[in-house]
């Protein structure tokens, strides 16, 4: 018996997409019963042996759910991971999959204690939103399930990843800045902090050097403590005329910190950020950002990760979605003072 038939083997064989062949394996709806009988035919035809029985992974065969590990304090505070969630579930559904989410608190990450629904083999692959600590990442994994990385991604694992194009980001944004007259310009976030900071960074840098400017250590602030703890932001001296900020939520503290200096945005100083997930708020102008395609990035984890569950060998590569930038009130031109 053949123990590497894949069910995208077996959807070849029928004509039928892979989706198909999971729900007829699986006993789910979504498929015509004459389909059905076809599909589990030919699989034992083939030899297919489900995944969960070939390898080591805790999951039962068929658990139908998809597991989303989140750290606790990313979820908490950043509506931007909620939005990102919503279209890992409306994708999952699609798919004929459930979702489930579990919050990892700071003393699971430190004690590497496995997730819930991994200790009761209640998924079939699990996808990591947003960074999390290594060592419990590595532990997470060790158990054998299939894995996507969603909104970061380890240079040392050989693994699946989704992230918004965030060189290109960052370095649209800075040009955009450039192209408005100002040319001092800085940079809010905690470069080290994230794989995305750093890459916005990246991209914020590259925009300076190709327009010939040098980089302002002084300009580049710190806005927290490790992954997730905000820490107060303090201004500069020598204040540049506009920032690029990491994230909106960074951003909209920043304009709070300018406004509460006496800096008018955008007038004084100009403020961008990252993502275009906050609405509006009274007295903030309205805040330009670079959009992240949030349905397309869901749409894409939940993809590969199901091609791996249906027995398709893992994909080592990182998928860049692309964004645009949102131009706003807060980069408007109206430069004063500088």
Not at 33 to 62: C, K
Not at 100 to 119: C, D, F, I, N, S
Not at 209 to 222: C, G, K, Q, S, T
């Amino acid at each position: 018996m053949d123990k590497k038939v894949r069910m995208a083997d077996i959807a070849r064989q029928l004509g039928v997409s892979v989706v198909s062949v999971s729900k007829a394996l699986s006993g789910q709806s979504g498929v015509s019963e004459q389909t059905r009988a076809r599909i589990l035919e030919t699989a034992s035809q083939m030899g297919y042996v489900p995944l969960r029985t070939r390898d080591r992974s805790p999951g039962p065969p068929n658990s139908g759910n998809i597991g989303v590990l989140v750290a606790d304090q990313f979820f908490a505070d950043n509506t931007f991971y909620s939005s990102l969630y919503r279209s890992l579930v409306s994708r999952s559904s699609e798919c004929g999959y459930s979702t489930l989410l579990e919050l990892v608190t700071q003393k699971a990450e430190a004690e590497r204690a496995l997730p819930v629904m991994v200790q009761r083999k209640k998924v079939d692959g699990l996808i990591f939103l947003g960074e999390i600590d290594r060592d419990y990442l590595h532990a997470v994994c060790s158990c054998g399930l299939p894995y996507v990385l969603l909104d970061f991604y380890d240079e040392d694992l050989e693994v699946c990843s989704v992230t918004s194009d965030n060189v290109t980001g960052g370095y649209r944004l800075t040009k955009h800045l450039l192209d408005t007259g100002r040319d001092r310009i800085g940079f809010v976030g905690s470069v080290c902090s994230t794989s995305s900071i750093t890459d916005r960074f990246l991209g914020y840098c590259k925009a300076l050097y190709r327009a010939d400017i040098r980089l302002r250590p002084d300009w580049v602030l710190e806005d927290r403590q490790g992954r997730t703890a905000y820490i107060p932001l303090t201004l500069p001296e020598d204040m540049p005329q506009a920032f690029v900020c990491n994230c909106d939520e960074v951003a909209l503290r920043l304009i709070d910190a300018l406004t509460k200096a006496g800096c008018r945005v955008p007038e004084d100083v100009a403020v961008a950020g990252y993502d275009d997930y906050h609405q509006d708020r009274p007295g903030f102008p309205p805040l330009t950002t670079y959009r992240v395609n949030t349905r397309q990035m869901g749409s894409a984890a939940i993809n590969q990760l199901i091609r791996q569950i249906s027995g398709e060998e893992a994909v080592s590569e990182n998928i860049v979605v692309s964004g645009r930038i949102i131009q706003r009130r807060s980069t408007s031109i109206g430069i004063g003072g500088h």
